[in-house]
Nanobody
Framework: QLQLVESGGGLVQPGGSLRLSCAVS????????IGWFRQAPGKEREGVSC????????YYADSVKGRFTISRDNAKNTVYLQMNSLKPEDTAVYYC???????????????????WGQGTQVTVSS
């Protein structure tokens, strides 16, 4: 299994920015899509963004379009999630995940991802 480690979470005020990082243990970004998910207390896990291997196509939940940007650096084995214009409803534990497929479109739900990081807390509050 892939090993993934998230970092970059913290406490920010509404309208602020954070950049999350997902470090992957192997040079697999060319063959595995990587997704970002979040889960708030008392709520179900929600898909946030995904980046496909090979073509690098990206996907975003409607709630974050225009505010979040996913990117990757294959040389560093790292995927990033730049979060701007943060809102209180963005508060959650954020996870990155990997799976066996090349393309984000092949994943029907979070259950199709087999490898998960430990999560990093993002809190947006004044």
């Amino acid at each position: 299994q892939l090993q993934l480690v998230e970092s970059g979470g913290g406490l920010v005020q509404p309208g602020g920015s954070l950049r999350l990082s997902c470090a992957v243990s192997r040079s697999t970004l060319d063959t595995h899509a990587i997704g970002w998910f979040r889960q708030a207390p008392g709520k179900e896990r929600e898909g946030v963004s995904c980046i496909s291997s090979s073509d690098g196509r990206t996907y975003y939940a409607d709630s974050v379009k225009g505010r979040f940007t996913i990117s990757r650096d294959n040389a560093k084995n790292t995927v990033y999630l730049q979060m701007n214009s943060l809102k209180p409803e963005d508060t959650a534990v954020y996870y990155c995940a990997g799976g066996p497929y090349y393309y984000c479109s092949n994943y029907a739900s979070f259950r199709d991802f087999g490898s998960w990081g430990q999560g990093t807390q993002v809190t947006v509050s004044s």
